[in-house]
């Protein structure tokens, strides 16, 4: 059978490494912070002594925090342990850093597949994931029984490997909507004096079903945004990712400066900075003034 390297041990990574140990793979983890692994090993996992053994696998997947963390960790030393192995990269990064990681573990005689994932953290553990994939066919094919036993669909986009990464920012983009808009609509409502979780009941089985409307809807509705499955910090970083990724394509979005003003309001606020992104919705509710927009 072969090895299975894992990297980045988050929320996210240790329900999908967690996921993979389950199903009987052989998982060498790896991960910043050594603690983050224990968990795993009790499970049947091993510790990687460096992130170049993880990397050494037949194939690794990385799920690491954003562009500077994948950059620290598979540089020009470690891409060496990619020869003839596979690397999966299924963190959200942006896609400039995609395309640049594709070309450079196919110079250090690797093969490397994007394949960013739709789905929280509780979702990674059920192998509910949604997956984009792009990459050379073949070598989507010989990693497709991995991301199976973590979806329930692999999505094929393209061959190049950058354009998963750029659809993952625009779902997440898609998703801030989302939240904003429920947010605005609580405080709209509930102000009439109408119960926040039956307006948001009525919203998701009426005109809006779907994961986003019933899950995000409810945990607004609470205010249950703690623990957090996704960090206001993270989304900030993924409004950054579609910014690159409309301008890349002279797209000019005219939502995205008050959603950057929205986010930068929730992180100075340090009562909603390290809750679940959304808890951007309290910004509207608690009727906070916007940060300042950037120049």
């Not at 050594?34 to 170049?52: D, H, Q, W, Y």
């Not at 009426?206 to 989304?235: E, R």
């Not at 809750?275 to 919705?281: E, F, Q």
Request: charged share 15%; net charge negative; with cysteine.
């Amino acid at each position: 059978m072969s090895t299975v390297g894992f990297l980045g041990l988050g929320a996210m990574g240790s329900a999908m490494a967690g996921r993979l140990i389950d199903a009987g793979r052989d998982v060498i983890l790896w991960n910043r912070s050594a603690s983050a692994v224990e968990p795993l090993l009790a499970r049947g996992g091993s510790a990687a002594g460096s992130a170049a053994e993880a990397l050494s696998a037949d194939v690794a997947i990385c799920m690491l925090a954003d562009d500077r963390a994948v950059d620290a960790v598979i540089d020009d030393a470690n891409l060496a342990a990619t020869r003839g192995r596979t690397l999966v990269m299924t963190a959200s990064i942006s896609p400039d850093l995609s395309a640049a990681l594709a070309q450079r573990v196919a110079d250090a005689g690797g093969t490397y597949v994007a394949a960013p994932v739709l789905g929280r953290p509780a979702a990674a553990a059920a192998g509910k994931l949604n997956i984009m994939t792009a990459g050379p066919a073949a070598a989507v094919d010989a990693v497709v029984p991995l991301l199976d036993i973590l979806g329930v669909r692999v999505w094929r986009l393209s061959e190049r490997a950058a354009v998963a990464h750029a659809v993952k920012a625009a779902v997440n983009y898609n998703i801030i909507h989302a939240m904003q808009a429920i947010g605005e609509s609580v405080a709209m409502t509930e102000r009439w004096g109408v119960d926040p979780e039956l307006f948001t009941t009525l919203l998701s089985q009426t005109l809006f079903g779907g994961v986003v409307y019933t899950g995000y809807g409810s945990i607004i509705a609470t205010g249950a945004y703690d623990p957090p499955g996704f960090h206001i910090a993270l989304g900030r970083k993924d409004l950054e990712l579609a910014a690159a990724v409309a301008a890349a394509v002279d797209v000019h979005p005219p939502t995205l400066a008050v959603l950057v003003r929205v986010f930068d309001t929730a992180l100075a606020d340090p009562e909603l900075a390290d809750l679940d992104w959304s808890a951007i919705a309290e910004v509207t509710r608690r009727d906070l003034p916007l940060a300042p927009e950037h120049s």
